[in-house]
C-alpha cells in the first residue's frame, strides 16, 4: 500500500512539473494578408495581386497564428481614405489558419489607391494597399 500511495505521489509531482512547464497558448495574431482576383477552397490566393479592374473583386487572405476565439475584422478605405464598408467574421483557429474577405463596391471601386485595414479584436492592425485602374 505504501509503495502505490508513493508512487501516485511521484506521478502527480511528475503531472504537476509538465503541467507547470507547458507555455500557454499564443493569442490569435495576424502573420501576412496576400490580395488577389480569387482564392482557393482553402482561402489562399490564386496568384497575388496589387492592380485590380474598377468591377473587380479584391480578395483578401489573412494568414493567423495562435489559437482561441476572435473577433477578425476588414475596413475598406477608398483613395480618399473613407470607409467604403466593414466586415467582420467570429474566428476560433486552433493551429495556423487562412480566413478570407472579399469586396467590391455595387458601383465599383474608384481609381487610385485603395486601403484594406484587418485587425484581430481590435488590435494588432495590418494594412494592405491595392490599385484600382
Known amino acids: 500500500?505504501?509503495?502505490?500511495?508513493?508512487?501516485?505521489?511521484a506521478i502527480a509531482v511528475i503531472l504537476l512539473t509538465v503541467a507547470a512547464c507547458s507555455k500557454p497558448a499564443e493569442p490569435?495574431?495576424?502573420?501576412?494578408i496576400d490580395l488577389s482576383n480569387a482564392v482557393d477552397a482553402n482561402n489562399h490566393v490564386v496568384g497575388l495581386s496589387e492592380t485590380f479592374e474598377q468591377k473587380g473583386t479584391v480578395y483578401a487572405a489573412i494568414?493567423?497564428?495562435?489559437?482561441?476565439?476572435?473577433?477578425?475584422?476588414?475596413r475598406w478605405l477608398d483613395p480618399q481614405g473613407t470607409l467604403v464598408t466593414e466586415q467582420t467574421q467570429k474566428i476560433n483557429p486552433t493551429?495556423?489558419?487562412?480566413?478570407?474577405?472579399h469586396y467590391v463596391p455595387p458601383s465599383g471601386w474608384a481609381k487610385?489607391?485603395?486601403?484594406?485595414?484587418?485587425?484581430?479584436d481590435g488590435t494588432g492592425g495590418r494594412t494592405r494597399e491595392f490599385e484600382v485602374r
Not at 493551429?95 to 474577405?101: C, V
Not at 487610385?112 to 484581430?120: A, L, P, S
Open 63 to 74: 494568414s493567423t497564428e495562435g489559437s482561441g476565439t476572435a473577433e477578425l475584422k476588414a
Open 95 to 101: 493551429k495556423p489558419s487562412t480566413f478570407e474577405f
Open 112 to 120: 487610385g489607391r485603395q486601403k484594406v485595414e484587418f485587425t484581430i
Open 28 to 32: 490569435v495574431k495576424i502573420v501576412s
Open 1 to 9: 500500500m505504501r509503495i502505490r500511495a508513493r508512487g501516485a505521489a
